[in-house]
């Protein structure tokens, strides 16, 4: 099975402040028909996930654009441009490139 | 709009049989597939399995001894069976689709 390691665990911000988490696999992440299937979900608390950033760049309908999505085959970067209040929560990447899909452990995003 | 609603007991003993039902609305079942995961209280969320609009299905590899899923098509509805359960199965689980739309989730405690 595909191991996501992201990192770090924990990260402390003030409000403007940009940050960026790290997702990092175990194998490439691109698939045969060319798509790599590395996606962002942001978990606020006591809500269920919501998506942020599918097939590594692309941002959802509704997200803000200081959310961005970087990478390619292994490494992969999540990068919030300036931290607002409504961003707190615990990031996570997943990859739906090989089944079984497969989670990082999750980025907590705490305020400074 | 897509929309996903789970249900089943809240209160399962040890050594049982968890049902859980995913009632989807908003798309169709042939045409787009359904996973669960789960999410032990306080930690990250694991992948469980999917039911591929084909009808197909894969598993978590730790969990594919214990687990079923099928579906019901003229019911729009996914079926999760997992058995055996133990108290490090207590969590929230969610039905989720392609594309990471997410339900509510249901919280299920395992206890005797």
Redesign the interface.
């Given at each position: 099975?595909v191991v996501l390691t992201q990192t770090p665990p924990t990260l402390s911000a003030t409000i403007g402040q940009s940050v960026s988490i790290s997702c990092r696999s175990s194998q490439s992440l691109l698939h045969s028909n060319g798509n790599t299937y590395l996606?962002w979900?942001l978990?606020r608390p006591g809500q269920?996930?919501?998506?942020l950033i599918?097939l590594v760049s692309r941002l959802e309908s509704g997200v803000p654009n200081r959310f961005s999505g970087s990478g390619s085959g292994t490494d992969f970067t999540l990068k919030i441009s300036g931290v607002e209040a409504e961003d707190l929560g615990?990031y996570?990447c997943?990859q739906s490139t090989h089944?079984?899909?497969?989670?990082?452990?999750?980025t907590k995003l705490e305020l400074k | 709009q897509v929309q996903l609603t789970e249900s089943g007991p809240g209160l399962v003993h040890p050594s049982e049989t968890l049902s859980l039902t995913c009632t989807v609305s908003g798309f169709s079942l042939t045409g787009y597939s359904v996973y669960w995961v789960r999410q032990p209280s306080g930690k990250g969320l694991e992948w469980m399995g999917r039911m591929r609009y084909n009808g197909d299905t894969s598993y978590n590899s730790a969990l594919k001894s214990r687990l079923s899923i099928s579906r019901d098509t003229s019911k729009n509805q996914v079926f999760l069976k997992m058995n055996s359960l133990q108290t490090d199965d207590t969590g929230t689980y969610y039905c989720t689709r392609e594309g990471w739309y997410w339900g509510q989730g249901v919280m299920v405690t395992v206890s005797s």
């Open positions: 099975d996606n979900l978990q269920p996930p919501q998506l599918y615990v996570y997943v089944a079984p899909y497969t989670f990082g452990a999750g | -």
